[in-house]
């Protein structure tokens, strides 16, 4: 059954007549067109009982039919008026329908008050965010194919920016290094934003990339990943430059620990928050729990952070198919900062990683 299908089957199942799915990544994911229209309109109409269409601006149309997309797709002009056409074609279609299922999470309130006034007798009342965020969560083998080749990428990436390091450069130039031979390779675009940070300034896990320049005996961090037909991945790293100090060296052994613990325990029936519970013991216990500031990972797929979170307080029961980073992190202010990351899938008996880079401590240059 196609996702789209899937997606049909609950919407009658919750008595629905019609869905109006908005979020660019949910169009993504059920149609395999991706595109941000920003200002414009592109939506997917799905039906209980009739066939779905696209509506989408006129630009966008010939690139969605080279998707493959079977069913029709209708395009607007600038400067047409969006929601009444989409009016149009859904009484053509399928009548009038009445109660309609959107996605509260990213529908604005502007956009649903023109559906409510072009579908006058209509309830827009049912969310479908939760239903198709649950439906992301579980990856077919199709989707793990391609997150596998996205963390091939990533492993290349790390591999020429370990290489790239050196006394007196800048962490921008390294990262400079490291995506354009991704870019030589075919790869065009990162999930994120490249993050390398050198030294202290790795104590800021939500810093940026900088002119700081890597000095000599220090840690330098690494978080990246690469995109590969829709689908992300998402990796961390962290290496020695010259030789380092016991502490350097503790907080490094110890985030490994964590986080090698935590890859070994995730399969079918932990639950996310036993998880992160089973990496921030290690760090508690070896004195570093108020330096591990974060959740111990985020669910990915085709976006960097979608579901399971993995932390404290969530009881979801792991399963096989769900998709999520492993990313222990100390960060003492000041002195110097480590994460090391594995996004994995979880399988029938354990977990298999998408990114394969080793996670001893490596020192740069070789
Ligand atoms: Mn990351
Ligand atoms: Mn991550």
Redesign the pocket.
Known sequence: MTKLNQLQTIINEQHLDAAYISNPMTINYLTGFYSDPVERVLALIIFSDHEPFLFAPALEVEAIKGTGWSFPVYGYLDHEHPFDLIADHVHQLAGNPVNWGIEKGSLTVDRLQSLEQVFPDAHFNTDLTPTIEKMRMIKSEDEIAKLNEAGKWADFAFEVGFNAVEVGKSEQAIAADLEYALKQHGINKMSFDTLIQAGPHAAEPHGATSGNKVKENELVLF?LGTIFEGYIS?A?RTIAVGSLNEKQKDIYQVCLEAQLTAQAAAKPGITAAELDKVARDIITKAGYGEYFIHRL??G?GSS?HEFPSIMEGNDLVLEPGMCF?I?PGIYIPGFAGVRI?D?VHITTTGCEPFTHTSKELQTFPK
């Open positions: 978080d998402d961390s990972g985020h990915m960097e980073s990313e990351e996004c």
